[in-house]
């Protein structure tokens, strides 16, 4: 399946990113969406203004235990957020065909606020985190 | 592009609210470095060149047409779930290693 269909119901479900994704300015609407067997650990993002354009989303805080993104305020304050509980963050994750190789964006997250349908990509400023970090450590 | 010539604590203006100042200069030729010291408002973002880049980069290698989540990745993510520390998944440690890229 390509793009998802353009209905009022997904429309009233998609997130609104005022400002696109990084590489990606005109992408301003995605759907989240369930994987199969995924759960809450990984989601699916789905454009809805560029066709053909998805990313796989995965729970930074169920892979990366002591995960601690400083979001910062002006940027929240953007999405209409007023606690920092409202948000949902999700990371990026690249999922090349050798699974054992899927790394996730821990740079540049990306934080949803369900309560305004807002949502926007942040990079830290965290030198500790780059865009690839892996989700499985590798066999020896 | 707008090229100036400063000195050392002198600065300038982009627009109504943001300066860009030189804080420090040393070095000559290609090992010059230059200190900049920045002030905006929170709302404005300012990163270095080669971060945002690189975020760049990593949303386009990433992007798919389509999500398939390949079928040895979710028990893998069930045994991490469960807190064990057993299998394939990552035990991820506070300050995740980073895989570098070349």
């Given amino acids: 399946m390509g793009g998802a269909p353009a209905n009022t119901q997904t429309e009233e479900k998609a997130f609104e990113f005022p400002h696109g994704l990084f590489g990606f300015p005109t992408a301003r609407r995605f759907l989240i969406t369930d994987v199969p067997g995924g759960g809450d650990l990984i989601k699916q993002m789905v454009a809805l203004d560029v066709p053909d354009l998805a990313f796989t989303l995965v729970d930074p805080f169920a892979f990366f235990h002591g995960y601690a993104p400083d979001l910062p305020e002006a940027e929240l304050a953007e999405l209409g957020v007023t606690q920092p509980e409202q948000v949902v963050v999700m990371a990026i994750a690249n999922v090349p065909a050798s699974i054992e190789e899927a790394t996730a964006n821990l740079k540049a997250p990306i934080v949803f606020n369900p309560h305004t349908r807002k949502a926007r990509q942040v990079i830290l400023s965290d030198d500790r985190y780059t865009t690839r970090h892996r989700l499985f450590q590798k066999r020896k | ?102």
């Fill in chain 2, 1 to 102: 592009m707008l090229v100036l010539t400063r000195r050392l604590n002198e600065s300038i203006l982009i627009g109504d609210g943001i300066e860009v100042k030189i804080v420090q200069v040393r070095g000559t030729g290609d090992q010059a470095v230059v200190r900049l010291g920045i002030s905006a408002p929170r709302e404005v973002t300012v990163f270095r060149k080669e971060v945002y880049d690189e975020v760049v980069a990593a949303n386009r290698a990433a992007a798919r047409s389509q999500v398939t989540v390949p079928p040895g990745l979710l028990p893998a993510v069930r045994v991490s779930d469960r807190g064990s520390a057993e299998g394939e998944a990552a035990e991820a440690p506070s300050a995740p290693e980073a895989e570098r890229s070349e």
